[in-house]
């Protein structure tokens, strides 16, 4: 059974950091880019970033470039979103998901969505 479990979210304050965690089981990871995505109340889910089966290639939100870098494990069946100089406005549930489509950071084209993980920026 395939299982995507985020982890690491929490309270943080602006300009701090967070790392989150997206432990996967029950498919072979390495055969999959890992895309993670939020969504905050009263709007739409966005893909904040993707990472191809390799690890080699990322791609990022324009609005997270430069502070958020996303990571995976192939061996230990991880991917990490590392999260430096948070703003206010990232706050929102965060989840990560296996890629099926083409596209890397529509979430349609992604699925095995995990539960979420609530990070929270403020003061």
């Known amino acids: 059974q395939v299982h995507l479990v985020e982890s690491g979210g929490g309270l943080v304050q602006p300009g701090g950091s967070l790392r989150l965690s997206c432990a996967v089981s029950g498919f072979p990871m390495i055969n999959y880019a890992i895309g993670w995505f939020r969504q905050a109340p009263g709007k739409e889910r966005e893909g904040v970033s993707c990472?191809?089966?390799?690890?080699?290639?990322?791609i990022y939100l324009d609005s997270v470039k430069g502070r958020f870098t996303t990571s995976r494990d192939n061996a230990k069946n991880m991917v990490f979103l590392q999260m430096d100089s948070l703003k206010p406005e990232d706050t929102a549930v965060y989840y990560c998901?296996?890629?099926?489509?083409?596209?890397?950071?529509?979430?349609?084209?992604?699925?095995?969505w995990g539960q979420g993980t609530q990070v929270t920026v403020s003061s």
């Open positions: 990472i191809n089966k390799s690890g080699s290639s990322t």
């Open positions: 998901a296996r890629k099926y489509g083409s596209s890397c950071l529509r979430s349609a084209d992604f699925g095995s």
